[in-house]
C-alpha cells in the first residue's frame, strides 16, 4: 500500500518518525527513516513541495542536543564531539523522507553529494541543531532522484553546508 498524499502534513512529530522507521508511514517497500539511535532528528518542523531557496521545496528539522546521546560517550573519550557524517546523514535522511512524502515508491539509498563543508562542531553544550534541505530537483523516472542542498545549524549558528545531496529511490527487483 503505498503512501496517501492526501494525508500528507506540513509537520511531523518523533512518534510519525517512529512509524516512518518501522515502514508505516509511506508504506512496504518505500521510504523509510532509520531507527533510533541513527535517527538524527526529533521532529519535521517544516516541509511543503514548493518554497524553500529554490522554490522546488524544502523540509526542516530539529534536534534536541542532550550530552547523553550516544555519540558522545564514545566520539572522542574525553573530547566529545559529534561525528561530522552524523550530521551529513540526517540530511540525507530529510531528503528520502521528502520523496516518500510526495507519494514516490521505493527504498531510499544516499547516493553522493557534490560537496561538504564543516565550519564548526557539534559538542554536548550544543542545546539544539536545525537541519535544512533546499531541494533543486526531483526526477520521476526509472529511478527517483532528489537533488538539493542542505544545511546545519547549531544554536543557530550555521556550521555544516552541504551541496548537490543525491537520494534515490529503488524499487525491489522481486
Same mark, same amino acid.
Given at each position: 500500500m503505498a503512501f496517501d498524499v492526501s494525508t500528507r502534513r506540513s509537520a511531523y512529530e518523533y512518534e510519525d518518525l517512529l512509524a516512518c522507521g518501522r515502514g508505516e508511514l509511506f508504506g512496504p517497500g518505500n521510504a523509510?527513516? *532509520?531507527l533510533p539511535p541513527m535517527l538524527m532528528f526529533d521532529r519535521i518542523s517544516a516541509i511543503a513541495e514548493d518554497g524553500g531557496a529554490n522554490g522546488?521545496?524544502?523540509?526542516?528539522?530539529?534536534l534536541n542536543v542532550r550530552p547523553d546521546l550516544w555519540f558522545f560517550a564514545c566520539h572522542f573519550k574525553g573530547d566529545p564531539v559529534m *561525528?561530522?557524517?552524523l550530521g551529513l546523514d540526517a540530511l540525507w535522511q530529510m531528503l528520502g523522507f521528502f520523496l516518500g512524502w510526495l507519494g514516490a515508491e521505493g527504498r531510499g539509498r544516499a547516493i553522493g553529494t557534490g560537496s561538504v563543508k564543516l565550519s564548526g562542531q557539534v559538542q554536548p553544550t550544543v542545546k539544539s541543531l536545525e537541519y535544512g534541505v533546499e531541494l533543486k530537483r526531483v526526477m520521476r523516472s526509472k529511478l527517483v532522484l532528489g537533488i538539493g542542498d542542505g544545511w546545519l545549524k547549531a544554536d543557530g549558528e550555521t556550521i555544516y553546508k552541504a551541496d548537490d545531496l543525491r537520494v534515490g529511490l529503488f524499487k525491489d527487483n522481486n
Open positions: 523509510q527513516l *532509520p522546488k521545496g524544502m523540509i526542516r528539522a530539529e *561525528p561530522g557524517c
